[in-house]
């Protein structure tokens, strides 16, 4: 696929990605779970970059779930580790390259410096505009759908006053909009509670490969499958077509 692909018009505007089987690709080359997630860490920076070239406006990587709480002590530090890290080394580098980090989940269960941190890089790349990328970091889809609904009641919001514009407003980030692509490797076939509201009407393409074996090209074979298929919503082609 060419650059010129990002002036497509069957480019997706949102690409949400599960990055899963980090710790397989661990196991099969005889190297700890942690050592899988830096390289899956590491494969988003690739991975950011194709989609900026591209034009894919907003990026969005899902790197820990609610359920990864339950997960050994010793890995879930690690993983914590992992954000804070990469939050010193890569985010002046984001900055420079035009992008706008932007965070979905529950930042009050993280560590307090942990999560100056990210409060931290939003600030510094809030003004940029190349790519929006955001980190699903502590989020679950049921979780957002609790908070939304709670938000409403502390809002005094009646129930004949609730529409899905309204409801949108008390989500995580009111303002993302609804994923064109949803993209999970390792070959399981499921969503596991992953943006149940913007994923009602996404496109999903399911790889094998490991997350720290999908490639740029692997990405653009992700876009031209997106292109090649007809988004009805509900729909008719006659329908689409006539509209």
Avoid: C
């Amino acid at each position: 696929m060419s650059d010129a692909a990002s002036s497509s018009p069957r480019l997706p505007q949102h690409v949400a990605i599960i990055m899963d089987g980090n710790g397989r690709w661990a196991n099969e080359r005889g190297l700890s779970r942690m050592e899988g997630h830096e390289a899956g860490t590491e494969n988003i920076r690739r991975i950011l970059r194709r989609a900026a070239e591209r034009g894919v406006r907003y990026l969005t990587f899902w790197a820990f779930s609610t359920e990864n709480w339950r997960r050994p002590e010793e890995e879930v530090a690690g993983l914590m580790g992992i954000l804070g890290r990469a939050l010193i080394s890569e985010t002046e580098e984001l900055h420079r390259q035009g992008a706008q980090l932007r965070h979905i989940g529950d930042l009050s269960a993280l560590d307090p410096e942990l999560a100056q941190s990210v409060r931290e890089a939003m600030a510094l790349t809030s003004h940029n505009d190349r790519i929006i990328l955001t980190i699903a970091f502590n989020y679950g889809g049921r979780q957002e759908l609790i908070h939304a609904v709670q938000g409403m009641m502390q809002a005094g919001i009646s129930p004949e006053d609730v529409t899905e514009e309204t409801f949108q407003r008390f989500l995580y980030m009111p303002d993302l909009p609804d994923a064109d692509l949803i993209v999970r490797t390792s070959g399981e076939y499921r969503l596991s509670n992953f943006l149940l509201w913007q994923g009602a009407y996404s496109e999903l393409y399911f790889t094998n490969k490991y997350w720290p074996d999908f490639t740029q090209d692997d990405f653009d074979i992700a876009l031209a499958d997106f292109a090649a298929r007809e988004r009805r919503f509900g729909a008719t082609s006659a329908q689409i077509q006539n509209a």
